[in-house]
């Protein structure tokens, strides 16, 4: 006597994880010279940035220490960075060393000045592309906080180097650099525009928009505001620093940090999650630069800074929901989606 089938409906087989899309370079290292090197680096991360930090934290260190501290820095996130992204490490990193020892060497305006910028766009851009795909709401604030670890190391090693810099210019020069070098790579990983999807293309233009609206009005309410709402924009800043002692930054806050949620989901699921990800390189740009102006006060900055990464995880957790969302509701529950492949955080992208 045969079994009959049991009913219900039935959920299709997802298909086998796919392997990684992109072609990759040999490992540089043997397996355990490889591990040890990471050892190093990261000892060395850890080291040069808890020095660089003396700068703005007053622990009784000698002031000497600063500056070659942000000069190792520099150039094991210049490690970082272009171990990541398959570049020639004897070029790049050669250059980011005869930088910082120029700089410290030297203590000339211009090589210190150049080394805090080499040093903020380095780790803005690293602090993303060091991140992975997040399926899981627990991986998601997992590369969300190493992100944040990176780009306060950038903001600490900027603050050591002590540069005699316009705090606006600087800032405006490391963004755009660091959103030119992060086009330049994610248009290689991101599988350039053609590649995108439609809800992907949603998402993108629906960022670049806002940053773009965001900006306008800002620029707008300074020069051509009318003094009702510059004098209550100056009171709210006012009652936020006085009453919490810092201000979220609306940049960060908005787009730069949500984005940072939303494409490291979104690659999850589609190569097309690095092209939100070049916003994410504006939020931790910012914050790499906060510290920039020595008549900046480490409190306040440190404060504005930590408010704002709680109130853009959570708008980025918003968005997230939003973005990750399944159009159809029958195909999510048909088909299971299978995750995304990337290399471990410690190997090339490509």
């Known amino acids: 006597m045969s079994a009959t089938a049991q009913g219900g409906r039935r959920r299709l087989d997802a298909p086998a994880t796919p392997a990684y899309d992109l072609p990759t370079r040999q490992p540089r290292l043997r397996p355990e010279l490889g591990r040890w090197a990471r050892v190093v680096v990261i000892v060395l991360w850890l080291a040069s940035t808890a020095l660089a930090a003396t700068s703005v934290v007053a622990v009784g260190a000698p ?15 210049a490690t970082m960075l272009t171990h990541r992204v398959g570049g020639y490490l004897r070029i790049w990193v050669s250059l980011a060393g005869l930088l910082a020892l120029a700089a410290v060497v030297m203590e000339r305006n211009v090589t210190i000045t150049a080394a805090a910028g080499v ?32 780009a ?8 050591a180097w002590n540069a005699p810099v316009g705090y606006q210019r600087f800032n405006l020069l490391v963004l755009g650099t660091s959103l030119a070098l992060a086009i330049a790579v994610v248009w290689s990983l991101g599988a350039g525009l053609h590649g995108m999807s439609r809800q992907g293309v949603t998402v993108l233009v629906g960022v670049a928009v806002l940053l773009i609206v965001l900006l306008a009005y800002s620029s707008f309410v300074r020069t051509h505001g009318s003094e009702t ?15 919490v002692g810092g201000v979220p930054r609306p940049v960060e806050v908005l787009i730069g940090l949500p984005a940072l949620v ?8 589609h190569r097309e999650g690095w092209w939100i990800l070049v916003f994410a390189v504006i ?3 910012v914050m790499t630069t906060s510290l920039v102006d020595p008549n900046a006060y480490p409190s306040y900055v440190g404060l ?46 490509r």
């Open 63 to 77: 002031a000497w220490v600063e500056r070659p501290a942000a000069g190792v820095l520099l150039v094991v996130l």
């Open 119 to 150: 040093t903020a766009v380095v780790a803005t851009v690293a602090s993303v592309l060091l991140t992975r795909p997040a399926r899981t709401l627990g991986q998601v604030v997992r590369e969300y906080s190493v992100a944040i670890a990176v």
């Open 152 to 159: 306060l190391s950038g903001t600490v090693g900027v603050a």
């Open 229 to 243: 709402v510059v004098d209550a924009f100056t009171s709210t800043v006012t009652w936020l620093r006085e009453t």
């Open 262 to 269: 939303v494409g490291t989901s979104v690659r999850s699921r």
């Open 283 to 285: 939020g931790t740009g």
């Open 304 to 349: 504005s800074t930590l408010y704002s990464i709680v109130l853009g995880l959570a708008v980025g957790l918003i968005a997230r929901r939003i973005a990750m969302r399944d159009r159809s509701a029958r195909r999510n529950r048909a088909i299971e989606r299978p995750s995304r492949v990337e290399p471990p955080r410690h190997d090339p992208l």
